[in-house]
């Protein structure tokens, strides 16, 4: 399997993913204060089921919690989609309740 590359595209505000070097998908964004709002996420048909919408999802979430300064508003059914399947992920959602487990 080749190799799936994302980079942030901020002036574009997108991510971007790139497979062999070329464009085959990308999470649309928009910026607010407090949030970032997922909008569309997009794999080109002849690339799904390579997990590419999974690598931009997961990469775009983890860059969002690595820079600490926003929650997420997943307004895209497949970003929204995926955050469900990952738990570890719902801490960003904006709304969503904060966890009251203690260690």
């Not at 980079?7 to 949030?35: C, I, N, P, S, W």
């Not at 996420?41 to 690339?47: A, I, M, S």
């Given at each position: ?27 649309q964004y928009q910026l607010t204060d407090e949030l970032v709002v997922f ?65």
């Amino acid at each position: 399997m080749a190799d799936i590359e994302i980079v942030k595209d901020a002036d574009a505000h997108r991510y971007v993913a790139t497979l062999d070097g070329e464009r085959v998908g990308f999470a649309q964004y928009q910026l607010t204060d407090e949030l970032v709002v997922f909008t569309h996420t997009e794999v080109e048909d002849r690339c799904e089921g390579l997990g590419i919408g999974s690598a931009l999802a997961r990469f775009a979430l983890d860059d969002v919690r690595a820079d600490g300064s926003r929650r997420v508003l997943p307004l895209c059914p497949f970003i929204k989609g995926w955050i469900g399947h990952h738990p570890d992920y719902r801490d960003l959602v904006y709304g969503a309740p904060l966890s009251t487990a203690k260690d």
